[in-house]
């Protein structure tokens, strides 16, 4: 069945400090897809990166990277040097090809960040 | 830029109301979904609709309804509300790309039922 864990419900970090957040996932298909979305206070959750499961090469935009490692089943997320703009609620997702209307998101993250 | 568009920020309705939660988005996506948000459990999701008048359960359909009689608009429907429907609602649409595709949410709706 699939499943997306992220085991850290709620994170404080004082501004400038990195910050990791973790994605453990659970699948049997072999092609899949990763995702992580922000949801500001606002409510709208904001797509910031896909991966699929071929892909495993990292990637960084900014203050942001992304660790896929198929090996572990994780997709952790860092943000480096973090502002008070990045405190929101951070979910993982995951989208499985035989199965691709249904998006599972994991329980997400609630990163603050203290000024 | 894709737009959904849910009709409602915040909704206060009593037990036993019928209510309607509607969603518009405005790229011809097909997939549209509904999802309902509660501390520590993440997005689940209600129905989602993959065409017009086409519909399949989610998760947690139970107390829910949905209707798609036009490609743009989905809309959910809680028969007989109940303080456990008490909730965030959250809306979405993306293109049927076979799960490539990153989909694109509403602002959402906080419904309280009393």
């Known amino acids: 069945a699939q499943k997306v864990t992220q085991a850290q419900t709620e994170i404080s970090v004082v501004e400038k400090e990195d910050v990791t957040l973790d994605c453990v996932y659970e699948?049997?298909?072999?092609?899949?897809?990763l995702f992580w979305y922000k949801q500001p206070p606002s409510g709208e959750l904001v797509f910031l990166i896909r991966?699929?499961?071929?892909?495993?090469q990292n990637e960084i935009s900014g203050r942001y990277s992304w660790n896929f490692q198929k090996s572990t089943s994780s997709f952790n997320f860092t943000i480096t040097a973090s502002q008070v703009v990045d405190s929101a609620v951070y979910f993982c997702?995951?989208?499985?090809?035989?199965?691709?209307?249904?998006?599972?998101f994991g329980p997400g993250t609630s990163l603050s960040v203290i000024p | 830029d894709v737009k959904v568009t849910q009709s409602s920020r915040y909704l206060v309705k009593r037990t036993g109301e019928k209510v309607f939660l509607e969603c518009v988005q405005d790229?011809?996506?097909?997939?549209m979904f509904w999802y309902r948000q509660d501390p520590g459990l993440g997005l689940r999701l209600i129905y989602f609709?993959?065409?017009?008048?086409?519909?399949e359960k989610g998760d947690i359909p139970e107390g829910y309804s949905v209707s798609r009689e036009k490609k743009e608009r989905f809309s959910l429907i809680l028969e007989s509300a109940s303080t456990n429907q008490t909730s965030m609602y959250l809306c979405?649409?993306?293109?049927?790309?076979?799960?490539?595709?990153?989909?694109?949410f509403g602002q959402g709706t906080r419904l309280t039922v009393v």
């Open positions: 699948t049997r298909d072999t092609t899949y897809y």
């Open positions: 790229m011809d996506h097909e997939n």
């Open positions: 991966r699929n499961s071929f892909d495993e």
């Open positions: 609709s993959y065409d017009v008048k086409m519909k």
């Open positions: 997702a995951l989208s499985e090809k035989t199965s691709y209307d249904k998006v599972i």
């Open positions: 979405a649409s993306r293109f049927p790309d076979r799960g490539r595709t990153e989909a694109f």
